[in-house]
């Protein structure tokens, strides 16, 4: 009897694997089933900038942050909507711009101007989902542009910059850099990561923080 007890906890644990990882297939499937083919090939080129919160709109396969104008969060401080007219294809991927000089500034040095983790949430990246990631929600870290996916993932990530920076560039580092979007979604919604946080939790530490302040 004692001998089967290991046997059949390792059976176990194998069948609890197993589980998981149909249900993270199953994930992946709904999650693209509801967004599209269109947008699996907009977000996954195959260039080193893979994956990207990217989108297909008119001749473009795929096209940066829906075209903002990623030069003038550096030039302007705002968020600015680009135009086809001035356009810049890096890696695969589109850039729009609002006028020529941002696109020259562009084209010179693109890796400055192209916003970390391909554009997504950043508060996503946090807990390894490369999902959302709204051009009006942004933050600029040393030098760095940063995209969330509105004003509550932003104040969720500002509880902790330093903690939550470095979650995320381990995570985009570890397992999200050149995957595919939906796989890495589908996964980590199943297989979440240890200190994952719903919305309604961060929404009250949030909260908290804010009653705490003078």
Request: glycine letters at 10%.
């Amino acid at each position: 009897m004692t001998t089967l007890t290991p046997r059949l906890s390792r059976l176990s644990r194998l069948a609890r694997l197993a589980r998981l990882s149909r249900l993270a297939a199953i994930g992946v499937l709904a999650v693209a089933g509801l967004t599209g083919c269109s947008s699996m090939s907009a977000q996954n080129p195959s260039g080193a900038l893979r994956p990207v919160n990217a989108v297909p709109d008119g001749d473009d396969e795929r096209v940066m942050l829906k075209g903002a104008d990623v030069v003038a969060y550096f030039t302007l401080g705002r968020h600015t909507q680009g135009s086809a007219q001035w356009r810049s294809v890096h890696e695969g991927v589109a850039f729009r711009f609002a006028n020529a000089e941002h696109k020259a500034l562009f084209d010179t040095y693109p890796r400055k101007y192209v916003p970390q983790f391909g554009g997504y949430c950043t508060n996503g990246i946090v807990y390894a989902i490369p999902w959302g990631g709204d051009a009006d929600r942004w933050r600029m870290i040393d030098g760095k542009l940063y995209i969330f996916g509105g004003q509550a993932s932003l104040d969720a990530f500002e509880l902790d910059i330093p903690g939550n920076l470095k979650l995320a560039n381990d995570y985009w580092a570890g397992e999200i850099a050149g995957g595919n979007s939906f796989w890495q979604r589908g996964k980590r919604l199943v297989l979440r990561v240890p200190h994952y946080k719903s919305g309604e939790e961060l929404a009250r530490l949030v909260t908290e923080a804010r009653s705490r302040k003078p």
